[in-house]
């Protein structure tokens, strides 16, 4: 056998399974995230990006009138931006997350680097939101290196929290297609969704109130019950059997 050909396909298979670690949702490769509810009977609906006033205020109003709770994860730049929208957000009841300060993608990030990213936006969600508990992190973009677990578990925080259905709403769009997209959630889900655009303070983000429109009754007349990450007592991880309860 060729040793550099023996050579090249273990580098190869190291960087494809760092690559896949690094990205894939239910990857627990560079620490234990949460991708699910852990029960299949609830559903967790999450917004990233904001907050946003061009979408997040239509949000709430719908999360309101379907007694549905959600976790907004924010972008600290953005908070900075819209506060008084970051006090409305915790003042409905929802939980808030943090998203890091600038959004950037933290697969090389340093410990130095993402410590800064992280206690920047925390930071602005304090400063905004009196007494606020930020108990979860999500990477931008899922993107997560083997540095992520350690700084996340030394800062305080309860985990990473990725998802396990996703409706591709981060760009504008028509309504429909992410209705259709929506249509794969079922129980046990954690839903990632798009209040705000990282690139934008206002992004459209018509699309998302609009298919949210059409699903919330749907979802609630088929008893599905909608729980922050924050009410979750108990997450399993994403291979254990209550999670398998919540796959499609």
């Given at each position: ?70 976790t907004f994860f924010l ?122 655009d990282h690139r934008l ?48």
């Open positions: 056998m060729n040793p550099w050909a023996t050579a090249g396909a273990v580098v190869f298979g190291g960087a494809a399974i760092g690559a896949w670690g690094a990205v894939y949702p239910r990857s627990q490769l560079f620490g234990r995230t949460v991708c699910n509810t852990g029960d299949a009977s609830t559903v967790a609906l999450t917004f990233d990006d904001g907050p946003n006033p061009k979408a997040t205020p239509a949000l709430l109003d719908l999360l309101d009138a379907h007694g549905a709770r959600a972008i600290g730049r953005h908070v900075r931006a819209f506060p008084a929208l970051a006090r409305e957000i915790a003042a409905r009841g929802h939980a808030i997350g943090n998203h890091t300060e600038t959004h950037p993608s933290l697969i090389l990030l340093s410990r130095a680097n993402l410590r800064e990213e992280l206690n920047g936006c925390r930071e602005a969600i304090l400063s905004a939101v009196d007494g606020a508990e930020v108990l979860w992190m999500r990477p931008p973009f899922g993107f997560r290196g083997p540095q992520l677990d350690s700084v996340v578990r030394q800062l305080g925080y309860s985990g990473v929290a990725m998802w396990s259905k996703w409706a591709w709403d981060w760009k504008p769009q028509p309504a429909q297609p992410v209705i259709h997209r929506l249509r794969r959630v079922t129980g046990g889900d954690i839903v990632l969704l798009h209040d705000g303070l206002e992004g459209d983000r018509r699309h998302t109130v609009a298919a949210l429109a059409h699903w919330l009754p749907r979802w609630k007349d088929s008893g599905m019950r909608f729980v922050t990450l924050d009410a979750i007592a108990t997450i399993a991880p994403a291979n254990s059997p209550a999670a398998a309860r919540g796959k499609t």
